[in-house]
């Protein structure tokens, strides 16, 4: 039986990090939506593309063979990006990639190529996507809708972590600062803002480990508790 799972959240939400290890117990690909627009916003950078010129951008990550590759357990559970056979894991979650990627993800003919690859990969299959508008726009069918949350404080911790691990030492004031400010360029861009989809289950995560917000997902999704099906 096929199955898709939507899992749409702001950012540090913890919503990579779940839909993985969730699509993995599931056995369902896994679909890293926000990387492609990271992927979108370092090929900006490498060919000195504006970052506001989203029809130029567009039609340049049209000519590129954007990929997504599930990774060897040595990797750390990372999901591998390429764009064309050059590997870009590691460079689209810097700080230069970041701090620039909301307005690569609020240009219209962007979204368009992108979210139109997006369902070419979950066509036909089943599997977990993850990002702003997977449930709202993406997949408005997708048999179950999660809406992952977290505290701005607690999102802040989780990313100055992350960003240790990567080598990059941020302050907590300006990652909270920072993440403040996404979350408000994601909720009030024109394009596809990040909103809950009216029938999307809320989970928020402060304070449980990854593992009980994956077997409370995994819960809804064996029950059937998906909002489409009980509301
Ligand atoms: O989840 P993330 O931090 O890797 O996402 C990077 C950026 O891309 C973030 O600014 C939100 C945006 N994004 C989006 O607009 N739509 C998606 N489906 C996924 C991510």
Avoid at 25 to 35: C, E, H, R, S, V
Avoid at 83 to 102: C, F, M, P, Q, Y
Avoid at 167 to 175: C, L, R
Avoid at 190 to 199: G, H, I, R, T
């Amino acid at each position: 039986m096929k199955i898709t799972i939507a899992i749409d959240g702001p950012a540090g939400a913890g919503k990579s990090t779940v839909a993985k290890i969730l699509a993995d117990k599931l056995g369902l690909l896994y679909i890293d939506t926000g990387a492609m627009y990271r992927a979108a916003t370092w090929l900006a950078l490498q060919e000195h593309i504006n970052l506001e010129d989203g029809e130029s951008l567009a039609e340049a990550l049209c000519h590129k063979d954007l990929r997504l590759e599930s990774p060897e357990e040595s990797a750390g559970g990372r999901i591998r990006v390429f764009l064309n056979d050059h590997e870009i894991t590691d460079a689209i979650r810097g700080k230069e990639v970041s701090d620039r990627v909301s307005t690569v993800a609020a240009q219209k003919m962007v979204r368009k190529v992108l979210v139109e690859q997006q369902r070419k990969l979950a066509r036909g299959r089943s599997a977990v996507l993850d990002g702003r508008d997977i449930g709202t726009v993406v997949l408005p069918d997708a048999d179950l809708k999660i809406f992952l949350t977290a505290s701005a404080e607690e999102r802040a911790r989780r990313r100055v972590k992350d960003l240790e691990g990567l080598g990059e030492k941020e302050s907590y004031d300006d990652v909270l600062r920072a993440i403040i400010e996404r979350d408000k360029q994601d909720s009030t861009r024109q394009e596809a803002p990040l909103v809950k989809a009216a029938d999307a289950v809320e989970v928020d995560t402060d304070g449980l480990t990854i593992e009980e917000v994956v077997n409370k997902i995994a819960d809804l999704c064996k029950n059937g508790k998906g909002g489409r099906k009980d509301q």
